[in-house]
C-alpha cells in the first residue's frame, strides 16, 4: 500500500512539474538574471553589465512614453469600465428582458483580442468603416476623422475597444454580488424610503465592494498590457508618432526585431514589479470595512 | 423596481454598440469590395459567399482553423489531466514538500507573461520546439497549470473522502480511484476549468507570435492579424471580413448553446 501510494505521486507529478519547471520557472528565473547582461542572441560572449540596462530604461523616450500611455490606460480603462459594468448590473435586476442584455454583453468577452483589434481597426478605417459611416449618416461628416492615424485620437481609440470588450464581463461579475445580497435589506432600504440612486450607493455598492476589488486588479492588468491591440490595430510599431506605444510592444520588438535581449529582459522585469505594486497598491486602496451578509 | 426610460435607452444603446460592429463584419463579409467602399450601411446586391470561400482557401483560414484545434484540443487534454492529477495529489496526500509544491505552483499566477518571454523562446528554440505543434501545445499547458491546479484544488477537497476510502478498502488501486472515482466526481469543477482554459488557449495570441514563425502553421487568432496588417491582402476586403467573420462564427456557436455554463464558467475562475 505505501510502496504504491509513492509509485502513484511520482507517477502522477513529475511529468507535469517537470513541464512547469522547464517552460515556466526556469524562464522567469532566467530573465531576472538576462536583465543584468547585455545578451544579444549570442551565449558565448555574454557581459554581465549590473544595472545598465535598468539606468538605460529611464533615459530610453519611448519607453518612457510607453510607460505614460500604459499609466493613462491603468487611470481610465478600469474606472469607465466598472462605471458602466456597475451601472448596467444594477439596471439589469428582474425582467427576463433585462437579463437577456447581460446575455448579449457578455459575448465580447469570448473573443480573442487579435479578433477584436482586427474589428476595430475595420471600425475606425477612415473611407469605409463603420464609425466614419455613422458619422455621416446622422450628418456630423464634419467630425470624421482616420481615427487611428492621428496621434491625438489613437490611443483613446485603442481604449476604446478595450473597455468595449471587458465590460460584459464585469457586468455578469457583479450581477452575480448584486443577486447574492439580501433581499430584505434591499427591503428594508426601499421601506425607509431610499431611492434607487441611494440604494445603489449605500447599499448595493458596499456589499458587491469585493468584486469591484478583484475587478480593479484585472482590469490594472490588462491595462499594463494592451500589446495585442496596439501592434494590431495602429499603424507602424507603436502608432502614428509612436502615440500608442506600450511597454509590452517595447519590449517585443527590443527582443525580437532589434535582437536587445538582455535589455528587453530588464523591461521584463521592471513590468513584474509595476504589476506586483499595482495589485498590491489597488488592493490597498479599495480596501474597506468588510460586511457581513447574515 | 421600475426600471426608468432613460435607463432603458442606455441600456439599449450599449446593446447595439456590442451588436452593430459585429453584424456590419458580417454583412460587409457578403458584399463586393465596390460595394463595401461605397457605403458602410448598403445591403449586398447579391450575398457573396464566395468571399468565404476565398478566405478559406486562399488566405488560409481554413488551414489557420485546423492548426488551432489541433493545438488547442491537445492542451486543453494535457492540461486537464495534468492538472486534475497535481491538484488531486497535492489536495489529498500529505507528503513531505506538498505545500512548497502548491505555493510555487500557484505564484505562477503572478508573473506577467512577457517576463519570461525572451527566455521562453530561447528554450524552446534549444529544445528544437520553435513551430512546432508540440512546442506549442507543451508551452500552453505549462502555462494554463497554475490556475487549473488552483481550481481543481479546492474543488477536490471539498469532495467527500468515504466513497474513495471504500474503494481502497475493495481493492482498488491509487490510479484507480483517482480516475474511476474521483474524476468523475469532480465533473462539475472540471468542466467549469475546463471552459476558461479552452477559451484562453483558444484566444492566445502572445505565445504563438513568438514560438510559432512557421505561416503554415499559424493559428487562427494570429493568421488573422497577420492577414490584416500584411500589405498583400489589404486590397481584399470582403476577404478580410469573410475570414474575421469565419474566425467569430464557432465561438459565437459555442456561447449559443452552452451561455450559461460559459459565463458562469469564466465568472467562477475570477471569483475564487
Known sequence: MRHGRYRFLAGAMLPPLLLYAVFVVSPY??????????????????????????????????????????????????????????????????????????????FPQLLSVAIIAVLWQFVYTPNSGLLNGFLDGIGLSTLERSWLAEPRFALWCVMAAMIWSAVG?????????????????????????????????????????????????????????????????????????????????SLYRNAFTYGKYGYASAMGVALFFLTLTLTVLMLRATRRERVELA | ???????????????????????????????????????????????????????????????????????????LFLTMLFGALVAYCLARYPFPGNRIVYYSLVAGMLFPVFLALVPLFFVVDQLGMLGTYHGLILVYTAYALPFTVFFLHSFFRTLPTAVAEAAFLDGCSHAAVFFRIMLPMARPGLVSVGIFNFLGLWNQY?????????????????????????????SDWSGLFAGLVIA?????????????????????????
Open chain 2, 1 to 75: 423596481m421600475k426600471t426608468s426610460r432613460l435607463v432603458h435607452v442606455v441600456l439599449l444603446v450599449w446593446a447595439l454598440l456590442v451588436t452593430l460592429p459585429l453584424l456590419w463584419a458580417v454583412v460587409s463579409s457578403l458584399k463586393t469590395d465596390a460595394e463595401i467602399f461605397d457605403s458602410p450601411w448598403s445591403l449586398p446586391a447579391t450575398p457573396r459567399f464566395d468571399n468565404w470561400a476565398r478566405a478559406w482557401a486562399e488566405a488560409s483560414i481554413g488551414r489557420y482553423l485546423l492548426n488551432t484545434v489541433v493545438v488547442v484540443g491537445g492542451a
Open chain 2, 206 to 234: 502572445l505565445l504563438p507570435l513568438v514560438l510559432n514563425p512557421d505561416p503554415d502553421r499559424y493559428v487562427l487568432a494570429q493568421g488573422l492579424a497577420f492577414l490584416a496588417v500584411s500589405q498583400g491582402y489589404r
Open chain 1, 169 to 249: 464581463f464585469y457586468v455578469v461579475l457583479f450581477a452575480a454580488a448584486i443577486e447574492s445580497i439580501p433581499a430584505d435589506i434591499t427591503e428594508a432600504a426601499l421601506i425607509d424610503g431610499a431611492g434607487p440612486v441611494t440604494l445603489f450607493w449605500r447599499i448595493t455598492l458596499p456589499l458587491v465592494w469585493d468584486s469591484v476589488q478583484v475587478a480593479f486588479v484585472y482590469l490594472g492588468i490588462i491595462a499594463l498590457d494592451g500589446f495585442a491591440l496596439v501592434q494590431i490595430m495602429t499603424v507602424g510599431p507603436g502608432g502614428p508618432d509612436n502615440s500608442t506605444e506600450v511597454m509590452g510592444l
Open chain 2, 248 to 272: 467569430i462564427l464557432p465561438v459565437l456557436v459555442a456561447y449559443i448553446l452552452f451561455q450559461r455554463q460559459i459565463r458562469d464558467g469564466l465568472t467562477a475562475g475570477a471569483v475564487k
Open chain 1, 29 to 106: 528565473a532566467q530573465a531576472f538574471y538576462l536583465a543584468f547582461t547585455d545578451f544579444n542572441g549570442v551565449s558565448s560572449d555574454v557581459r554581465i553589465v549590473g544595472l545598465d540596462n535598468f539606468t538605460r530604461l529611464w533615459s530610453d523616450p519611448l519607453f518612457l512614453s510607453a510607460l505614460r500611455h500604459n499609466g493613462l490606460m491603468l487611470v481610465v480603462v478600469p474606472l469607465v469600465t466598472i462605471a458602466l459594468a456597475l451601472f448596467f448590473a444594477a439596471s439589469t435586476r428582474g425582467g427576463r428582458l433585462l437579463r437577456a442584455y447581460r446575455v448579449l454583453y457578455f
